[in-house]
């Protein structure tokens, strides 16, 4: 991913707090971003516009500069759940680009390579925030684990932590428990997952929520996806 000042990401994320504004699909549809001339943040107003209608065109973000997976995943979940819950998605979205501003302008002019020495310790601080709340409100949404250790690879702050979730992707609950991504507790909440311990997810979620301070927010409803 390139590009995404934090401007840019500020104005992409009011762009998607404007549409979880909306009441109707309609309202949806003619979405309006007069605030902004950011090319990204007019170019997500019309993604938005077609959730309904043409769902692989709102989710294709080919040619856009700012294209992070979390963004990816919202618009894919967005058009997999009609109203309301569409745009309580969208909602989530906007919480997020604003929450993790910092690790989004990180990540958006990364080059591959650590951040200076100097500011890396907090960089992995913010990241493990980041993936943290990834695992909680991408689950609560209805992704699949791999599916969100995808997201955390894609937007991770540089090689060494994209090849660190790679090996949680490929080695399985063998990897993610040996993974030094999670902390002895969190591999100890993992294992009570991976065994089908009753109320594990939930317990983790909880873990997840309080321990980093994390703006999640429970579905509205429990309507399964449609």
């Known amino acids: ?14 762009v ?7 009441s109707t699909q309609a309202e949806l549809d003619a979405l309006e971003v007069p605030f902004t001339e950011d090319p990204d943040a007019l170019a997500y107003g019309e ?18 500069s700012f294209r992070p997976s979390f963004v990816r995943d919202g618009l894919v979940l967005a058009s997999q759940y009609a109203p309301p819950v569409r745009m309580f998605v969208l909602g989530v979205v906007a ?3 604003t929450d993790f501003l910092d690790h989004f302008a990180l990540i ?12 890396l310790e907090a960089a992995r601080v913010l990241q493990k925030r980041y993936f943290a709340y990834c695992l909680a409100q991408w689950t609560e949404l209805g992704m699949e684990f791999d599916e969100v250790f995808l ?8 090689l060494f932590s994209a090849a660190q979730v790679r090996e949680c992707l490929d080695g399985g609950p063998e990897a993610i428990l040996g ?22 997810w939930t317990r983790m979620r909880r873990h997840l929520v309080d321990t980093y301070q994390l703006p999640f927010r429970a579905l509205p409803t429990p309507g399964p996806r449609p």
Not at 16 to 22: D, H, M, N
Not at 108 to 119: D, F, I
């Open 151 to 158: 997201t955390m690879k894609d937007d991770a702050l540089d």
């Open 95 to 97: 919480t997020g680009l």
């Open 179 to 200: 993974s030094e991504l999670f902390t002895e507790e969190e591999r100890a909440l993992w294992k009570d997952v991976f065994e089908g311990a009753p109320g594990a």
């Open 1 to 14: 991913m390139e590009g995404g000042g934090r401007r840019g990401i500020l104005d992409v994320a009011e």
């Open 47 to 64: 993604r938005l516009r077609l959730l309904e209608k043409e769902p692989r065109a709102a989710t294709d973000l080919r040619g856009l």
């Open 108 to 119: 958006a002019r990364r080059e591959g390579t650590s951040p200076p020495p100097a500011e």
């Open 16 to 22: 998607f707090r404007l549409a979880a504004r909306a």
